[in-house]
C-alpha cells in the first residue's frame, strides 16, 4: 500500500467512526425517552405537566342529589378547587379545569375530553360523588378506560381511598366517555356516596375535602415521579 491509499484508509476509519459514536450515543437519548413514553404514556420531553381536573356535571346538570338534598355539581366543584388551589404550588404542573363556576357543559360534542385532547394534556383526572338507590351502599371507587391507563387508576386510587377512609370499591373499568376518549392517562374518582347519609356528611367538611385534595395530588407525582 502506498501512502496515500494508507491515509484515505485511516481518513475513512476515523470517519466510521464518529459516525458509529453519533448513532450510538443519539439512538440511547432517543431510547429513554421513548420507554417513558411506552410505559406510562407520558411525553417526558416536556419540562412542565399538564394537569386537568375536570370537575363533574355543571349548570343544569346537577349530577347526583345527596340526602341533604346536596347537589354532586356543587361537591366536585369544591373539591376540585381545592385539588386546584394545591396543584397549583408544584413548579413541574400546570393545572386546568374544565369548568370554574357552575356552568353547564354538554356532553354531546365530549367537550370535557376534547379540552384536554386539544391542550395535549399529559393527565385527566374527573371528580365526582357517586349515587344508588339504596343508601346502604357506600365506598370509593376509580373508572378507567383504557388498558394502558389502568395503573394511572391504580395509582390515584390507591391514595384517594386512603384519605376518605371509605370502603374500597376498587378499580373498574367502564365504558365512560371522559375517560374512553380522551388521549393522555385518564381516570374518573368517584369519591364516595352522596346517597349514603354518613358518607355525604363526611363528604360536604370542608377539612375532610382538603385531605382527598391533598392525596389526589399525591397520586398525580407519585405517578409522574416528580417530588
Ligand atoms: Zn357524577
Known amino acids: 500500500m502506498n501512502k496515500r491509499v494508507k491515509r484515505r484508509v485511516r481518513f475513512i476509519g476515523i470517519v466510521s467512526l464518529l459516525i458509529l459514536i453519533f448513532l450510538t450515543w443519539n439512538n440511547n437519548i432517543q431510547g429513554d425517552t421513548n420507554k417513558q413514553d411506552d410505559d406510562k404514556g407520558l ?3 416536556e419540562e412542565t405537566f399538564k394537569v386537568v381536573i375536570d370537575p363533574g356535571h355543571g349548570g343544569k346538570d346537577v349530577g347526583a342529589t345527596g340526602t341533604s338534598s346536596l347537589y354532586e355539581k356543587d361537591f366536585t366543584l369544591s373539591l376540585s378547587k381545592k385539588v386546584n388551589e394545591i396543584l397549583e404550588k408544584e413548579e413541574k404542573i400546570e ?24 391542550l395535549d394534556a399529559d393527565l385527566y383526572i374527573s371528580i365526582h360523588g357517586n349515587t ?24 390515584m386510587h390507591k391514595n384517594v381511598v386512603s384519605s376518605t377512609g371509605f370502603n374500597d370499591r376498587g378499580v373498574r373499568k367502564k365504558d365512560l366517555f371522559v375517560v374512553r376518549y380522551t388521549d393522555m392517562p385518564s381516570v374518573l374518582l368517584e369519591i364516595g356516596y352522596l346517597t349514603n347519609p354518613q358518607e355525604e356528611q363526611i363528604m ?24
Request: proline content about 1%; charged content about 35%; some cysteine.
Open 132 to 155: 344508588f338507590e339504596s343508601p346502604n351502599v357506600s365506598g370509593t371507587e376509580s373508572y378507567y378506560y383504557h388498558e394502558k391507563f389502568k395503573s394511572f387508576a391504580e395509582i
Open 95 to 118: 393545572v386546568y379545569m374544565t369548568r370554574e363556576d357552575d356552568t353547564f357543559i354538554s356532553t354531546e360534542d365530549k367537550y370535557r375530553a376534547k379540552f384536554a385532547n386539544e
Open 43 to 45: 411525553d417526558t420531553t
Open 204 to 227: 360536604l367538611n370542608d377539612e375532610f375535602q382538603y385531605s382527598v385534595a391533598e392525596s389526589i395530588c399525591d397520586g398525580v407525582k407519585e405517578y409522574l415521579e416528580i417530588e
